[in-house]
């Protein structure tokens, strides 16, 4: 079975210090793609950072990081200096081809709060 | 630039009223098109995805459909709501062809009462 799973429903960091968000997928194709997003209390979807399956280096975008184990098969996101601004829900998503074109499958997420 | 836009941003409708959700993007040419809904609390879930016009593909069997008259409109629609279709609905884009992120639209809530 393809999926994503956030066995963190919620999690609470002190602000300046680092927290790890975890993600687990399950696919048997070769070639996926996985993404972390950010959605905050207005709803929107904000794109994070992204992991390619053959990306040999984890990814990194400023404070945000990837820790990818294919072996494993997990994905987790790093934030390191947590910010207030950080405080938001976060969903780890799969991206794999079907049909020709991309298919997603996001995972239920994890709600950050970051204290002051 | 490319954006996404979405409206209405709220709506709120009676049971066995009709939906018609309007989703565009500006500044990209033939991209995928998704509909997502997001239950409260919830992660999200894939309704239709769109490779060109006319093109539709349906990933959850419900009362909902969806078209696409023109390259980057994109239009959810039901004949008739059901109090389950409560729920956030969101738009996204992505490039087709290329490995990268999709790109979502701020989203509608939708209340039926």
């Known amino acids: 079975a393809q999926k994503i799973t956030q066995t963190q429903p919620g999690m609470f960091v002190q602000e300046k210090e680092a927290v790890t968000l975890d993600c687990t997928y399950d696919t048997s194709d070769p070639s996926y793609g996985l993404f972390w997003y950010k959605q905050p209390s207005s709803g929107e979807m904000i794109f994070l950072i992204y992991q390619g399956s053959y990306d040999q280096q984890n990814a990194t975008e400023g404070r945000y990081s990837l820790n990818f184990q294919k072996a494993r098969k997990s994905a987790n996101l790093v934030i390191s200096a947590s910010q207030l601004g950080d405080s938001a829900m976060y969903f780890c998503?799969?991206?794999?081809?079907?049909?020709?074109?991309?298919?997603?499958?996001f995972g239920t997420g994890t709600r950050l709060k970051v204290l002051a | 630039s490319q954006t996404i836009h979405q409206w209405p941003a709220t709506l709120v409708q009676p049971v066995g009223s009709p939906l018609s959700l309007e989703c565009t993007v500006e500044?990209?040419?033939?991209?995928?098109l998704y509909w997502y809904r997001q239950a409260a609390g919830r992660g999200l879930q894939l309704l239709f995805y769109?490779?060109?016009?006319?093109?539709i593909s349906s990933e959850v069997p419900q009362n909902l459909s969806a078209s696409r008259p023109q390259d980057r409109q994109f239009i959810l629609s039901s004949k008739k709501l059901l109090l389950s279709d409560s729920g956030f609905y969101l738009c996204?884009?992505?490039?087709?062809?290329?490995?990268?992120?999709?790109?979502f639209g701020p989203g509608t809530r939708l209340l039926v009462l």
């Open positions: 769109s490779v060109g016009i006319g093109q």
């Open positions: 998503a799969m991206r794999l081809t079907s049909r020709g074109t991309y298919k997603y499958i």
């Open positions: 500044g990209t040419s033939n991209p995928n």
């Open positions: 996204a884009w992505s490039v087709q062809g290329a490995v990268e992120t999709q790109y």
